[in-house]
């Protein structure tokens, strides 16, 4: 499982899918048959949640048997030889390979100008852009958080954005709805397999950095994140 940059949308994904693997894969898995590795270009996972979340996430992987493989960045994938090439010169062979591909931004978001990187800058409170009667949300956006770096692109995230921007534009119609502020709160799940899975949540505006905690695989925390899952498929559907 390789990560060829960053940003990308899910920072949990693909170790959650490590996880998954290994569970499903079952006792071939269990008795060595099968080893599973993951290589990301950050030096932790989910690195912007903070070292503490990273370094118990690490200690999950190994936990689970699975290798993590930090500050490698995917440069080539000979795909003949069935080998990874990093950006310092090392190279690592593979039978099967997961890759989450560069994310750019899309061409509606590049060809709006806003910004030279083409992610769209936002006012981390309203959503609002520097282009008047303009906002926007999620994958889409860059908002810079207190300690400098970008909020992770995460669902949860553009959800309560949604509803920040649609209460934003009623208001700029002229409709009578209270004014809301994007909070920065939220939480992600990490399936871990077996119907278990972890849950990091907290603040990612806190002052100086995100105060987010990551709390031990559950059953209940797989049973959150499958009712969030419906609640969103049901709406969708509707």
Known sequence: MAIAGVPFKCPAAP????FLIAAQLGDR???????????????LPMP?????VGEALVSML???????????????????????HFGDGTSEPFDLLAVVPPHVPSAAARSAGLSESGWIPVDPRTLSTSADNVWAIGDATVLTLPNGKPLPKAAVFAEAQAAVVAH??????????????????????VET???????GDGDFFAPSAPSVTLYPPSREFHEEKVA??????TRWKT
């Open 15 to 18: 170790f959650e899918a490590a």
């Open 29 to 43: 898995y269990a008795t060595g048959t099968v080893q599973i590795d993951t290589f990301t270009p950050d030096p």
């Open 48 to 52: 912007v949640a903070g070292p503490e």
């Open 62 to 84: 190994k936990d689970h048997g699975v290798g993590f493989h930090p500050r490698k960045a995917l440069a080539r994938v000979d795909e003949a030889a069935r080998t990874m």
């Open 168 to 189: 934003g534009v009623a208001r700029h119609l002229g409709y009578d709805v209270a004014e809301r502020h994007f909070t920065g709160t939220g939480a992600c799940y």
């Open 193 to 199: 397999g077996d119907h278990q899975a972890a849950k």
């Open 228 to 233: 969030q899952e419906l609640a969103w498929l």
